[in-house]
């Protein structure tokens, strides 16, 4: 209902052939591209938060290619029921799903994704999922690109409590 039709018209429009069906309320025209799976993902869902792995192939910070959506709900929010795109779910507390995220569109959809430097500190904080090489990775490449200033970085490891974590590897990169 939000482009104003109703879900029978939306129906009709699939079964001949003016509409595409996407994923669970998703459709697109069946001439253009393949949408993005991290926009079929948030047009459904738009209070989600895409995290680690695949907010470092946002930001350009990572060679790796995530095989899913990495994405952040709240302790207590149901997990999207979709076939499409495959994801993984991050628990976090509600005030942790705010601080360091920031609105991007992707295929013309407003994306929540973390901020370059809180998403090395989350990669930090949930390396035993992503593995160590790929926060440390995250962080080399953040700092090299100047994507991040060492101040950005300490406050987002204040944030997510990794200071501790974090302090020998930004004593590294100075």
Not at 31 to 50: E, N
Request: with cysteine; aromatic share 6%; net charge positive.
């Amino acid at each position: 209902m939000a482009a104003g039709v109703s879900r029978t018209a939306l129906s009709r429009l699939a079964a001949r052939g003016d509409l595409m069906w996407v994923s669970r309320g998703v459709y697109q025209l069946p001439q253009r591209p393949q949408a993005d799976p991290i926009a079929i993902l948030c047009a459904s869902h738009p209070s989600l938060v895409i995290c680690l792995t695949s907010a470092l192939a946002m930001h350009g910070l990572t060679t790796q290619s995530p095989r899913q959506v990495w994405i952040a709900l709240g302790n207590k929010a149901a997990v999207p029921r979709l076939e499409y795109p495959p994801m993984h779910v991050v628990r976090m507390m509600a005030a942790n799903l705010s601080e360091g995220v920031q609105e991007t569109i992707v295929d013309g959809v407003s994306v929540r994704v973390t901020s370059p430097a809180r998403t090395v500190a989350d990669c930090f904080k949930f390396r035993s999922r992503v593995g160590l090489d790929v926060a440390i990775e995250g962080l080399r490449s953040a700092w090299d690109s100047r994507a991040v200033m060492m101040d950005e970085l300490w406050q987002a490891a204040e944030q997510t409590r990794m200071t501790n974590v974090m302090r020998p590897y930004l004593e590294s990169l100075v």
